[in-house]
């Protein structure tokens, strides 16, 4: 039995888990697979591999969609294969932006993209040369 008519808190805790951070971690995998990292890709069809580690894996990419690149170039290959196309085919070939060593590194540089004129806008208000322009009384 699974003990979810005894502890329905349980169940209702769980379930809210399910679909509150289950379904968070979905959208910024599914978007860290196929959404623009810079500006420069922005109109490029994008599938990205992720070359990621255990936790990664487990965490974010069940049944082997860090591989997601071969996944969509070759949808007739079974997931488990997957690793096995990318060494013998893809590894070292895929352009840039379809690919990553990790979702931490494309989350790295998405977030990076995405403060980039932020970031011009403070180093010009406080950028080199602004303390030797002060006069000094």
């Given at each position: 039995a699974s003990g979810f008519g005894t502890r329905p808190l349980g169940y209702a805790l769980?379930?809210?888990?399910?679909?509150t951070v289950g379904l968070v971690l979905s959208r910024?995998?599914?978007?860290?697979?196929?959404?623009?990292?810079?500006?420069e890709t922005e109109h490029e069809p994008i599938a990205r591999t992720h070359?990621?580690?255990l936790v990664e894996r487990n965490?974010?990419?069940?049944?082997?969609?860090?591989y997601h690149n071969e996944h969509h170039r070759w949808p007739q290959v079974p997931s488990r294969n997957l690793p096995q196309l990318h060494r013998l085919v893809t590894a070292g070939k895929l352009p840039e932006h379809d690919w990553s060593p990790s979702y931490l590194k494309s989350l790295g540089r998405l977030l990076h993209s995405a403060t980039a004129p932020?970031?011009?806008?403070?180093?010009?208000?406080?950028?080199?040369?602004?303390?030797?322009?002060?006069?000094?009384?």
């Open positions: 769980w379930m809210s888990q399910l679909v910024v995998r599914s978007y860290l697979e196929h959404g623009t990292l810079t500006p070359v990621s580690n965490v974010l990419a069940g049944v082997l969609f860090n932020a970031r011009a806008r403070f180093a010009g208000l406080f950028g080199k040369g602004s303390r030797g322009n002060r006069q000094h009384v």
